[in-house]
């Protein structure tokens, strides 16, 4: 076996060891080889922008100086500053012209930080982005709407009792007054703000890969290179500047070249009939791309999560307890999971102060409950994304954006669905309340002895457990996370507080029982 066969094995034998894939589950065929030109084409736009950045709150009243522009002032040095650097091709020129003595691997670096080009600032007052001026905010917690999304059923259809089988209930935080005073502007409807006018170089990177032979084509399949191997091509491939020009929309463009040896073979894993293409170029064998064998190693967890989500087992607790141990198990879930509550908070802080997402469900054209679930909606989405980003860094690209995206989403509906309460539950809590209750009956009657109705209180805190352990198994999700130390705060996604309501109702009335029958004897 020649020692660039063995190279491009060695490389694919450390990628899918990454995600914990052995050597001896990776079959190969013979590795083939082509000389290849690789262009590297990096693209620079240059946009004018603006960022406002708030220091203070501004006093009532507050007068304009020669340190702090009014509110037209400062608007007019954002357009004439804006318009300057739109038209000043010398802002960008001398920019431009260092690119060109850049190495590839210079370039990349550059690239992925933030150019800002001829900065200017100034401060001044500006109208407050959060109230408009008018001193007060849609509450954070229910976007101005003055109600919530009930926590108990989610919404579902038909409600529960804490609702009044509505789906939602008045927003705890503003107490259904829909507006709070903003806290940004403190009342004055102005804040000060630091305007910096800059010059935005924003760059793009496109690599391609060309036989010099095109009868290799024949041979060997056209592979596209991925964005995540990129830093790796131009960091080992030796490259030099072939063109570099100014173009029509007035972006910028460099053109470089490496010659190399390309290597490409097919792999299989054991117990996936699919074949895989793989591709590396240089003497180092960087990847081209990273097979996603992740896709048909998960499917099966993802149809499990996606089922559990919204299919027919959604409201079976036993399935979602099997199901959560098995992703506690996961090395990529486990860790989505204990990031769950992390990201969490994070989205739903973050969505809070969106005035923009705020104010788009505040309006009347929405129906209240549609309103209420377009909110949850986003944070959904949100939280999606986020635990997305997660799960494409933990697998090493060797999973799918697309497969990534529909199990996170399939993991935030389940997770949301912790808290779905199916009919069995309030049937349980009945059963068990009904019969405490005629057991304490029966025993206060017959045999009124202060040390049996104690025992009998005692009998009815054991069965309020064993109700909510055995028969809602909300205690035994809360107890298996606790546990694992998935959450901080379990009960942030559980229904543990409509047992703990339920048991205090069904001890009451124990207790009213006992009271009344000793006062009768």
């Known amino acids: 076996m020649s020692s660039k066969s063995y190279s491009i094995q060695k490389t694919i034998q450390n990628l899918l060891g990454t995600v914990g894939i052995s050597k ?15 262009h590297y084409t990096q693209l620079w736009n240059f946009e004018p922008v603006y960022k406002d950045t708030v220091v203070k709150a501004a006093p009532e009243n507050p007068k304009p100086s020669d340190e702090l522009l009014s509110v037209e002032d400062l608007r007019k040095f954002k357009t004439d500053k804006l318009n300057l650097i739109k038209e000043g091709i010398m802002i960008k020129k001398p920019f431009c012209n260092r690119l060109e003595k850049l190495s590839a691997k210079e370039l990349f670096e550059l690239g992925n930080k933030i150019n800002r080009l001829s900065n200017q600032h100034a401060k001044g007052l500006e109208v407050c982005p959060d109230c408009k001026g008018y001193l007060k905010v849609n509450c954070k917690r229910c976007s101005g709407i003055g109600k919530v999304l009930c926590p108990s059923c989610q919404g579902k259809e038909g409600g529960c009792s804490a609702c009044n089988k509505t789906g939602y209930i008045e927003c705890p935080s503003c107490k259904g007054a829909k507006k709070q005073p903003c806290t940004k502007c403190k009342g004055s409807g102005y804040v000060i ?8 170089a924003v760059c793009t990177n496109h690599v391609e890969v060309e036989f010099d032979n095109k009868n290799y084509n024949l041979d060997i399949p056209v592979v596209t290179v991925e964005p995540c191997c990129i830093q790796a091509i131009v960091s080992s491939l030796k490259f030099y500047l072939n063109e570099s020009e100014y173009l029509d929309d007035n972006s910028f463009e460099l053109k470089l070249t490496s010659k190399t040896q390309l290597s490409y ?11 895989f293409n793989f591709w590396t170029v240089g003497q180092y064998c960087v990847e081209l791309c990273r097979p996603k064998v992740l896709d048909l190693s998960y499917s099966l967890l993802k149809n499990e999560l996606g089922d559990a989500a919204v299919g027919t087992t959604v409201g079976n607790i036993k399935s979602k307890m099997q199901l959560l141990d098995k992703l506690s198990k996961d090395p990529f879930f486990n860790t989505l999971l204990h990031a769950y ?13 969106d005035s923009s997402v705020q104010n788009t469900y505040s309006s009347e054209v929405f129906a209240l409950k549609k309103r209420l679930e377009s909110i949850v909606a986003v944070r959904k989405e949100e939280l999606s994304r986020t635990l997305q980003t997660r799960l494409l860094t933990s697998t090493h690209g060797l999973m799918s954006e697309y497969f990534a995206k529909d199990c996170c989403m399939s993991l935030v509906e389940f997770m949301t669905n912790l808290k779905y309460r199916p009919k069995s539950v309030p049937r349980a809590w009945n059963m068990a309340t ?4 005629g057991l304490t009956l029966f025993i206060s009657a017959l045999i009124p002895l202060s040390g049996l109705l104690f025992g009998c209180f005692l009998l009815s805190v054991i069965s309020c457990v064993l109700v909510s352990y055995f028969g809602t198994k909300n205690l035994l999700i809360y107890e298996f996370c606790f546990r694992k130390r998935l959450f901080y705060n379990p009960l942030k996604f559980l229904d543990l507080n409509y047992d703990a309501f339920r048991s205090l109702i069904l001890l ?3 207790i009213i029982l006992e009271i009344g029958v000793y006062l009768i004897h």
């Open 341 to 353: 509550e992390l990201d969490y908070d994070t989205v739903t802080n973050r969505l809070n102060t």
């Open 265 to 275: 073979l097919k792999f299989c894993l054991v117990g996936i009939s699919k074949i």
């Open 508 to 510: 009451a009335g124990v």
């Open 24 to 38: 001896t589950d990776v079959s190969f065929t013979d590795a083939m080889h082509a000389e290849v030109s690789v």
């Open 434 to 437: 009904l019969f405490m209750w």
């Open 193 to 200: 703000v630091d305007t910096e006018v800059f010059c935005q």
